[in-house]
Nanobody, 114 residues
Framework: QVQPVESGGGLVRPGGSLRLSCTKPGNIFRINTMGWYRQAPGKQRELVAAISGGGGTNVADSVKGRFTISRDNAKNTLYLQMNSLKPEDTAVYYC????????WGQGTQVTVSS
């Protein structure tokens, strides 16, 4: 199975912004509820944002008002716009379906530090 490919992470100061992208061949993003997950060192992987096939979105309370999930069906790409980043947002970020049905990709590292 072809894994998703996440990109866009990096080192950013508190209060900064990053835009993550996730791509995977096929039209699967359009028909599945997709999610962005993150895993910080020593912690379990958690869902931070999701977008349904119809475009409805939901985000975790910890990132509400700061993170926005979106999708470009023509490009088979999922995005996560992250604003007002905090040190506690530091983690490896992944995309997958809500059922976690894909083989996990490599993820993209986000580090928020001054």
């Amino acid at each position: 199975q072809v894994q998703p490919v996440e990109s866009g992470g990096g080192l950013v100061r508190p209060g900064g912004s990053l835009r993550l992208s996730c791509t995977k061949p096929g039209n699967i993003f359009r028909i599945n509820t997709m999610g962005w997950y993150r895993q910080a060192p020593g912690k379990q992987r958690e869902l931070v944002a999701a977008i349904s096939g119809g475009g409805g979105t939901n985000v975790a309370d910890s990132v509400k008002g700061r993170f926005t999930i979106s999708r470009d069906n023509a490009k088979n790409t999922l995005y996560l716009q992250m604003n007002s980043l905090k040190p506690e947002d530091t983690a490896v970020y992944y995309c997958n379906t809500l059922q976690r049905s894909f083989t996990w990709g490599q993820g993209t590292q986000v580090t928020v530090s001054s």
